[in-house]
């Protein structure tokens, strides 16, 4: 599913030049659900961007579902990247849009007719316990709730993987708790490879698959 051989980036050049990640590599099998752990600056977002394929390496090689991403050009990039799904800290909901719409949006986005789809996101916002609430708008949602919208959003086009940038991050305990279940079951029922960003150990005591990071080196 996910393999990384030598992966480095360097922005800038020169004296200016900066080393954001050393040599990673590791390969991630398809249906696993890994955690990418490291203090804040060890380079976790900017290898979460580089599977995201927003970011190309300077070094090594990327290889998505069978497939060496590193130097694919814009179009077949586009292509790959409709076949994951990516959760923001921050939610990234557009406020002017209800909770129903903007799951629906990467959908419409893609030239689906809205009778197509209907029924697909109700099921989906019922599933993350938004059913009553799939008619506000972000505004009058809270942290979790959000959060929660931003997963349905991410999966609604049925992603093979699953990005998650510190989806916890801006939640308390409890609300955290709530949507590490919803990813670990959709991982489960769905068999959807996730990749999780956290910085929280107690989260990635969960499992045993972690991706360790530190300035920008992996740590065995």
Do not use: C
Not at 92 to 114: I, S, Y
Not at 190 to 204: E, S
Request: net charge neutral; glycine share 10%.
């Amino acid at each position: 599913m996910i393999r990384l051989e030598n992966v480095a980036l360097r922005y800038g050049a020169g004296h200016e030049a900066v080393d954001v990640l050393h040599h990673v590599s590791f390969h991630l099998q398809p249906g696993s659900f890994h955690f990418l752990t490291g203090p804040s600056g060890a380079g976790k977002t900017t290898l979460l961007r580089l599977l995201f394929l927003s970011l190309k390496p300077t070094a090594g090689q990327i290889e998505l579902f069978g497939e060496n991403v590193t130097r694919l050009h814009a179009r077949k990039r586009a292509g790959i990247r409709r076949r994951i799904g990516i959760v923001f800290q921050d939610f990234r909901l557009l406020d002017h849009l209800t909770t129903w719409q903007n799951v629906a949006l990467p959908l419409r986005v893609h030239g689906r007719k809205e009778a197509d789809y209907r029924e697909d996101v109700t099921d989906l916002l019922q599933w993350v316990g938004l059913g009553d609430r799939m008619h506000h708008y972000p505004s009058v949602l809270s942290g979790g709730e959000q959060q929660r919208a931003a997963i349905a959003r991410a999966v609604i086009g049925k992603p093979e993987l699953l990005l998650a940038d510190e989806p916890t991050g801006n939640l308390d305990s409890k609300m955290g708790e709530e949507v590490m279940q919803i990813l670990e079951e959709y991982n489960r029922d769905a068999g959807v490879t996730v990749v999780m960003v956290t910085h929280d150990q107690r989260l990635a005591e969960r499992t045993e698959r972690i991706v360790r990071l530190f300035d920008g080196r992996q740590v065995h």
